[in-house]
């Protein structure tokens, strides 16, 4: 087996730190993000602040993604639901259930926009039904969710190499090329004009309030980190991660930002609904970065689903398992009950997928924010003060 070469990033070579963080970076930029859709739409949009706001966003999302793994690495809660019961404590028998809803709401939007988006490129690419390309996105999301944390760390360490490599393979020639273009639209944004896509005013409140509805739909998938903390052996291990997560995701995101702004005021931009394929269109190696675009959407949109599917996973097994006396036990069935609730939670997410329910989903992600706002933000926040950090 050592001898073997793995297409996989091995996680012997990588520190454990920066696989946790690769986790949180491709839970975030999925297939909206690669897209540059979810760029225009939440910070773009809303004028010359998306060049500061995205330090806010991430800032906000490394902080309570460092709180949350410190504290379920301290408590030994490796699933979302004994996160719940312990963090919220008395009022664990309304919060902890309230969670369960706010996850199934990130199941039934962010997976299913998965599989849809990565469904469709596929489709677009390669001419196939559309049913059938999103059956080989959920075959493939089933095999790498089924074999547990290890393997999804290392696909999400693999996968955000290729991610980071192809963002900047298809933005830094464009950048280069539309330099002009980029500096003329930070210039009239600053005057105040808005983009083509833009309903907004420009002022710096609506700004910010999309931002922060941003990182707290973000926030709801910080559950999808406590299952990797099984592996840590030391709280510095979770600093360095927090850390990492914070330079990968806001270098991911600004670099974006700074490269779709060359396309903020062309004509064909209120059309599309790539805007990445858009700006390389108007700039340099089409033919190249294209299929480059279209593989940046699949890789974004199967990292999301399989890192939320895995969390919910994790959560039905361990379930089960804690009622088991002996590790033996445990260990014995771990597999197939790891097959049976990834193959149900995957054909969920396939059969939203499959309704169409783009409008539902594209509504969803703000009810998940305001879900992730009752039972994520304010009972850290509250936890924090109460116990003045002791607990992490």
Not at 261 to 266: C, G, P, Q, R
Not at 318 to 336: D, F, P, S, V
Request: aromatic share 14%; with cysteine; hydrophobic share 50%.
């Amino acid at each position: 087996m050592s001898g073997k070469k793995s297409f996989l990033v091995d996680k012997n070579k990588m520190p454990l730190a920066m696989g946790v963080a690769f986790v949180a970076f491709t839970t975030q930029f999925g297939g909206g993000f690669a897209s540059g859709a979810q760029i225009y739409q939440y910070f773009i949009n809303y004028g010359i602040w998306c060049l500061i706001l995205p330090a806010l966003t991430q800032g906000l999302y490394a902080l309570f993604f460092w709180y949350g793994m410190r504290y379920a690495y301290k408590h030994k809660t490796y699933d979302y639901r004994s996160f719940s019961d312990s963090l919220y404590g008395k009022t664990r028998p309304i919060m902890s259930n309230l969670y369960e809803i706010c996850y199934l709401i990130m199941i039934g939007t962010a997976s299913a926009a998965a599989f849809a988006t990565g469904g469709s490129t596929i489709s677009t690419l390669f001419g196939l039904p559309y049913w059938l390309c999103t059956v080989i996105i959920a075959a493939f999301i089933f095999l790498v969710a089924l074999f547990g944390t290890n393997v999804v760390r290392k696909c999400a360490s693999t996968l955000s190499v290729l991610i980071i490599i192809g963002l900047i393979l298809v933005l830094v020639p464009n950048i280069v090329a539309q330099w002009g273009e980029i500096t003329s639209t930070v210039s009239r944004m600053a005057s105040g004009e808005m983009t083509v896509l833009s309903s907004e005013t420009g002022a710096f409140g609506p700004a910010l309030w999309s931002a922060v509805l941003y990182f707290f739909f973000q926030l709801a998938s910080v559950s999808v980190m406590y299952q990797h903390m099984e592996n840590i052996t030391d709280v510095k291990q979770i600093n360095r991660a927090a850390i990492g997560i914070f330079v990968c995701n806001f270098f991911a995101m600004e670099l974006s930002i700074v490269g779709l702004l060359a396309i903020a005021f062309v004509g064909d931009l209120a059309s599309a609904s790539v805007p990445m394929l858009v700006l390389v269109q108007n700039g340099v190696g089409s033919g190249i970065l294209t299929p480059i675009i279209s593989l940046l959407i699949i890789l974004g949109a199967i990292s999301t689903a399989v890192n939320m599917i895995s969390g919910i996973v994790t959560r039905c097994v361990n379930a089960i398992e804690r009622r088991m006396t002996t590790k033996a036990e445990k260990e014995k069935g771990h597999l197939a009950r790891n097959a049976v609730f990834t193959a149900i939670f995957t054909f969920i997410a396939f059969a939203i997928a499959q309704f169409g329910l783009m409008a539902v989903v594209k509504k969803g992600y703000a009810y998940l924010g305001y879900a992730a706002l009752i039972t994520l933000f304010i009972p850290f926040v509250i936890h924090a003060i109460g116990t003045k950090g002791k607990e992490i």
